[in-house]
């Protein structure tokens, strides 16, 4: 079992910027991909961006050139560091890495007022 820890969250306002990290703990002997994924209210939850192993990386269209994704394999975890934030940023951003199976992280709220 892998346990997924986040933080970061908050509340911003448009045009700031957010670090969310999220560390892995657990049995861990090889973590694939790691990354975020975010829901909003009335909405289906989406990817926002991945990070391998070998360090390929995708973003969501709607945060590419905003959003940056960086992982510390020596320490199991991702960070996402979110610029330029818009009000349609506002989700819950919830963490995951795939290790023979997916798991999930508690989730974090990010509210970008305007």
């Known amino acids: 079992q892998v346990q997924l820890v986040e933080s970061g969250g908050g509340l911003v306002q448009a045009g700031g910027s957010l670090r969310l990290s999220c560390a892995a703990s657990g049995t861990i002997f090889s973590i694939n991909v790691m990354g975020w994924y975010r829901q909003a209210p009335g909405k289906q939850r989406e990817l926002v961006a991945f990070?391998?192993?070998?360090?390929?990386?995708n973003y969501a269209d709607s945060v590419k050139g905003r959003f940056t994704i960086s992982r510390d394999n020596a320490k199991n975890t991702v960070y996402l560091q979110m610029n330029s934030l818009k009000p349609e940023d506002t989700a819950v951003y919830y963490c995951y890495c795939n290790q023979y199976a997916n798991y999930w992280g508690q989730g974090t709220q990010v509210t970008v007022s305007s």
């Open positions: 990070i391998t192993s070998g360090d390929t990386i």
